[in-house]
């Protein structure tokens, strides 16, 4: 039997009506240069500063273009989602955009800085235990008992489409880019920069910056297949990049991103304290993986010159920085 054709995916099409579509609600982030950076990495290093946007990451470009995708009777019944953290923040924040109601169910180890920024926003929290299968499974009883719209953190086209506006950006900011450094978890972000990138600029790299404690989409890419991950997640200090790829985002990161590169706890350290000391911005850990690949001795021999590197959040838990930085 001939294998299935692959569905449907985002289009740069997609991503340039999302883009007009959020462009009210959103910022159109900065970019930022360090010659500290710049040195490690030798070339030049473009910092896009999601750490910026509006709820302090990325997820806002993504959860305010689902949002505004509803019809107005779906979208009085509410929205719902899981979220260790910052889709948590943006999906309440652009639910709060049209008064309807956001249900987001958090595992009980999410940060506290994104627990209280999701109240703060108006989200109501549905506490769960930190596994996905419970993740999951508390996130459909919460729809069927509100009625509410599942809008995954992740694995959607809507939420790819949005979050690829981000380069649609920085192609426009860095018109002579080499290479970007994306920061993985779910993939949206990467689906979406990619989508763009390949579609504009196809020469220029697309390479994924993963944890290797979380180093599942590093797994899937080389095997051709979605993988899980090798050891335990949850013992990266990038919680934002905890979570596996999904149906949706793991074909384009197969077939548009070039590569994944893992890097270990001792650099994710080492450079959320460079850029904390030196760019004066303030990143969360899963922003300082890709400063991380930037700037690893390894990833200097590529011999790229001008290369973005997509900060993507900055909801710091400052009670934990004396641990991080340790």
């Known amino acids: 039997m001939p294998e299935s054709p692959l569905p449907a995916r985002p289009t740069l099409d997609d991503v340039r009506a999302a883009a007009r579509?959020?462009?009210?609600?959103?910022?159109?982030?900065?970019?930022?240069?360090?010659?500290?950076?710049?040195a490690l990495a030798g070339g030049d290093v473009h910092l896009k500063c999601?750490?910026?946007?509006?709820?302090?990451?990325?997820?806002?470009?993504?959860?305010m273009n689902a949002v505004r995708l509803l019809d107005d009777e779906t979208a009085s019944r509410g929205v719902v989602t899981h979220s260790s953290g910052n889709h948590a923040q943006a999906l309440a924040w652009a639910a709060r955009s049209r008064d309807i109601p956001a249900h987001i169910v958090m595992p009980t180890t999410a940060p506290a800085v994104k627990r209280r920024a999701v109240e703060g926003y108006g989200g109501i929290v549905h506490d769960c235990e930190p596994t996905l299968a419970d993740r999951l499974a508390?996130?459909?009883?919460?729809?069927?008992?509100?009625?509410?719209?599942?809008i995954p953190p992740y694995d959607d086209d809507r939420i790819i489409a949005g979050q690829g506006t981000l380069a649609?950006?920085?192609?426009?900011?860095?018109?002579?880019?080499e290479a970007?450094?994306?920061?993985?978890?779910?993939?949206g972000l990467i689906s979406g920069v990619a989508t763009v990138v390949k579609a504009l600029a196809p020469q220029v790299r697309v390479i994924g910056a993963e944890p290797a404690l979380a180093d599942d989409a590093a797994r899937s890419k080389a095997a051709g297949s979605i993988q899980p991950h090798a050891g335990d997640p949850t013992a990266t200090i990038a919680d934002g990049l905890r979570t596996t790829l999904g149906a949706r985002t793991f074909p384009?990161?197969?077939?548009?991103?070039?590569?994944?590169?893992?890097?270990d706890e001792a650099a994710i350290g080492r450079a959320l304290r460079l850029v904390l000391?030196?760019?004066?911005?303030?990143?969360?850990?899963?922003?300082a993986v890709?400063?991380?690949?930037?700037?690893?001795?390894?990833?200097?021999?590529?011999?790229?010159?001008?290369?973005?590197?997509?900060?993507?959040?900055?909801?710091?838990?400052?009670?934990?920085?004396?641990d991080l930085l340790g």
């Open 138 to 150: 508390t996130c459909e009883r919460v729809a069927r008992e509100t009625g509410g719209s599942i």
């Open 290 to 322: 890709g400063v991380a690949v930037a700037t690893d001795p390894m990833f200097r021999t590529r011999g790229h010159r001008t290369i973005g590197v997509v900060l993507c959040g900055g909801n710091l838990d400052l009670a934990r920085l004396p």
């Open 50 to 63: 999601e750490n910026l946007q509006k709820v302090g990451a990325f997820k806002a470009r993504g959860a």
């Open 21 to 38: 579509r959020i462009e009210p609600f959103v910022h159109r982030t900065p970019i930022a240069r360090c010659a500290a950076i710049d």
């Open 180 to 187: 970007v450094v994306v920061p993985v978890g779910g993939g």
């Open 252 to 263: 384009i990161i197969r077939e548009l991103v070039d590569e994944i590169v893992t890097v």
């Open 168 to 177: 649609l950006e920085l192609l426009g900011q860095v018109p002579d880019l």
């Open 277 to 287: 000391e030196r760019s004066k911005l303030v990143i969360e850990p899963s922003a």
